[in-house]
């Protein structure tokens, strides 16, 4: 299109409105399972690998077949997959995605909730969800550490999720500040450009190996 590279901000709805998503996302599924898989036979990483899923996908009647069937095409250990999906995506239809997070979960893949506090979800029916993680959206963790406002929303976020068992990560930290801050709160992980910025396979394979 000449347009160069386009965010999935642009591009995710356009592909939901169509239906594409349903197409692209087992895609990106068995893309990702797949190169985890090399990653863990070849370069040493024992980590889990996240991919974000539509609500269009989580709707499907037949998503927990289809996550099972790719899993089982491509070889990789169902513990080390997480799901990610949205407040919004959880709170549609609750009955059908307490079934499917519980048959998901008994097959020990994990689920996160993603982009937490900005959503409309009832906080009781957390305790309802088979679900391992909440992350916090980055537009709270932006202001840090600096917003009291800011402060007080995620220590009660944090306090929350821990109450809960789950484990809580910070989206979006990109200072120093920030990450002693959250640390600071027993917040004990986080995601963004302060650790590594997106990157190819190759990339990443090479960042690995300064890790290890």
């Not at 917040?187 to 690995?208: H, R, V």
Request: proline content about 3%.
């Amino acid at each position: 299109t000449g347009q160069g590279s386009i965010s999935p901000a642009s591009f995710i709805p356009v592909a939901e409105d169509s239906g594409l998503i349903l197409a692209l996302g087992e895609y990106v599924l068995r893309k990702a399972c797949l190169q985890a898989r090399q990653w863990h036979e070849h370069q040493g990483f024992q980590g889990t690998i996240a991919v974000n899923v539509s609500a269009v996908q989580f709707r499907q009647n037949d998503f927990t077949d289809l996550v099972l069937r790719v899993l089982s095409e491509t070889g990789f250990p169902p513990q080390c997959l997480e799901l990610e999906v949205t407040e919004s995506v959880v709170m549609q239809g609750l009955e059908s995605v307490v079934q499917k997070m519980g048959i998901l979960e008994s097959h020990g893949i994990k689920l996160a909730i993603d982009d937490f506090g900005t959503g409309y979800s009832s906080l009781s029916y957390l305790r309802q969800f088979a679900i391992d993680r909440l992350k916090i959206d980055q537009s709270f963790v932006h202001d840090l550490p600096g917003n009291a406002d800011a402060q007080a929303i995620i220590r009660a976020m944090v306090a929350m999720g821990r109450s809960l068992g789950l484990r809580v990560m910070a989206e979006g930290v990109e200072t120093k500040a920030q990450a002693h801050f959250l640390q600071d709160i027993e917040c004990t992980e986080s995601q963004g450009y302060l650790y590594a910025k997106p990157m190819e396979p190759n990339d990443f394979e090479a960042w690995l190996k300064t890790r290890n």
